[in-house]
Every structure is written in C-alpha cells, then in structure tokens.
C-alpha cells in the first residue's frame, strides 16, 4: 500500500472494512475523529473527512478488532487506558514500536511494557500479570488492510449478501 498524506473517508472505508457510516459515528462521538473534519463548501456541499497515514493504521486495527467481537465500548476503553495510563497512543503500541506493544489472544488485549510487565489492560490495567505455562497463545496486534472481498460467480456482487443468504 502506498502512503499519502490524507485519506478519504471512502478510502479508509475500503481499506479497513468500517463503513462511511460508522467513521462519520465514531467521529461525532468523539471516540475516532479525523485529522480533517468535514466542513461546507462555498457552493453549499461538504468536504470528506481525512484520515492521516497514522489513523488509517489505527483503524486497521480498530476495524480488525471489530470483526473480532469487541464492542465500541470496549474499544473506547482501549484507547483511553492506551492514553491515561500508558502516555501512548494506538499506533505506538502495535507492533512494537512504542513504551507498550499490544497483544491479544481472541477475546482479551494484553500490554507488555518495555520492562517486560504484562496487563490485561481491557480487565484490570494497574495490576501486572504472571503468566505461567505453554497453553497461552497471545499474538501481537498489527495493523492490517482488510483482505479484498470475493466477487461470486455469476453474480456481479462482490459480496454475499446477495444470495441465498439472509
């Protein structure tokens, strides 16, 4: 994917999998605003919100979580504890490039910190974790663009919602 400095909100749209709709309601209520808000035109229409490089990597991973089952509720949660507690924002702490570096293990989100502490920071952020044992698979969050829909034969729909299925 090549970076630009500003993306539309239809680009974000289809490279993360969110709708138009649902960044136009996470951004009224103030839980992912754009770097550039839309705003009226002299002619009387509105411009689309932009979303920076940094942003779009977010919601990557914001729209992957999704997908996964977290609520909004608990993805607010995330960010703010990311905020408040660690001093960092999302983008710093996916893929290890920040004080935390995030993982997650399917239905929880765990943050290692630079000296090694681990927080299942969507349960209880303050208290440290000790992991003991091999059973536990936590796989460290990244962000990734939302593989392309499949077109069905026949159909000239790129989805299935349009078939036999409700």
């Not at 408040?84 to 910190?113: M, Q």
């Amino acid at each position: 994917m090549k970076l630009k400095k500003l993306y539309s909100s239809r680009e974000v749209a289809q490279l993360t999998g969110l709708t138009a709709r649902q960044l136009q309601w996470w951004a009224k209520r103030n839980l992912f605003p754009p770097a550039v808000e839309s705003h009226k035109t002299e002619a009387g229409g509105y411009t689309e919100r932009r979303y920076s490089p940094i942003e779009l990597l977010e919601l990557m991973v914001l729209a992957d979580l999704r997908r996964k089952g977290f609520t909004v509720a608990r993805i607010r949660r995330l960010l703010q504890i990311l905020k408040h507690r660690f001093k960092t924002r999302l983008y710093e702490a996916i893929e290890g490039g920040g004080p935390v570096t995030l993982y997650i293990d399917g239905s929880n989100i765990y943050a290692r910190t630079e000296d090694g502490e681990l927080f299942s920071i969507l349960d209880n952020e303050a208290q440290p974790l000790m992991m003991m044992g091999e059973d536990i698979k936590l796989r460290q969050l990244i962000a990734r663009e939302r593989p392309a829909r499949r077109r069905e034969k026949g159909t000239g729909r790129s989805d299935k919602r349009g078939a036999s299925q409700p």
